[in-house]
């Protein structure tokens, strides 16, 4: 099954203890992305990658990492969180190559990671 | 720079009435429109889209969206609700004239549908 993976679901931390949350998909995607979902926001793009070794920031990068070593995961990675990171964090991927027979410009979401920094 | 507006944080509807959900947008080059639902405790799921073409789209459960240019609106509609059409939408679009495949969403807007 076509899928877009995310572990831990829930998290709860404390302030400054480093935490990954891992991201995998099956779809031989190229692009892959992390977003933030907050009340009244939307979802706001954190960081993105458009192949293995390229990544950038997106619209809320500030303390986040990123690392994207293999096409199928895209770790995201908090040095040391904060309240103000406690969110709903989305993983999607897609495969937006203009000509490409499987290409899609449609985005396909993780099950999603609710974080809880206290 | 690319936005999207969903002015309504809720809309409630009977169930078997007509359901319309309001998006506008904003983006410099051509506009590649989505419609995101959300159940509770789940992932966002695709719904439809808008590249090119027919102004009016279906997509699944239902739903269709027609592509309004001189309105920049792309309003997501279900002729006739269910109650299990109550989640959260979200629209997004995307500058198709730009590389990369960067998402904006607007805030989203609850649907609750009542027997």
């Known amino acids: 099954e076509a899928q877009v993976t995310q572990n831990p679901r829930y998290l709860i931390t404390v302030t400054g203890k480093k935490l990954t949350v891992t991201c995998s998909q099956n779809?031989?995607?190229?692009?892959m992305s992390w977003y933030r979902q907050d009340p009244g926001l939307g979802l706001r793009q954190i960081y993105y990658?458009?192949?293995?070794?390229?990544?950038d920031k997106g619209d809320v990068p500030e303390g986040y990492k990123v690392s994207r070593k293999e096409k199928r995961n895209f770790p995201l990675i908090l040095e040391s969180p904060s309240p103000n990171q406690t969110s709903l964090y989305f993983c999607?991927?897609?495969?937006?190559?203009?000509?490409?027979?499987?290409?899609?410009?449609?985005?396909?979401f993780g099950p999603g990671t609710r974080l809880t920094v206290l | 720079a690319q936005s999207v507006a969903q002015p309504e944080d809720q809309v409630n509807v009977a169930e078997g009435n007509p359901l319309t959900v309001k998006c506008t947008y904003s983006v410099s080059g051509n506009p590649y429109l989505f419609w995101y639902v959300q159940y509770p405790n789940r992932g966002l799921q695709f719904l439809l889209k808008?590249?090119?073409?027919?102004?009016l789209v279906k997509g699944s459960y239902g739903f269709e969206a027609e592509f309004n240019k001189s309105q920049t609106s792309f309003h997501l509609k279900k002729p006739s609700a269910l109650v299990s059409d109550s989640a959260l939408y979200f629209c997004a679009v995307r500058d198709g004239a730009a590389a990369g495949n960067k998402l904006t969403f607007g805030g989203g807007t609850r649907v609750l549908v009542k027997p």
């Open positions: 990658s458009m192949n293995v070794e390229v990544t």
């Open positions: 999607a991927s897609s495969d937006p190559t203009p000509g490409l027979a499987s290409s899609t410009d449609t985005q396909y």
């Open positions: 808008y590249i090119t073409g027919d102004n």
């Open positions: 779809m031989n995607h190229e692009y």
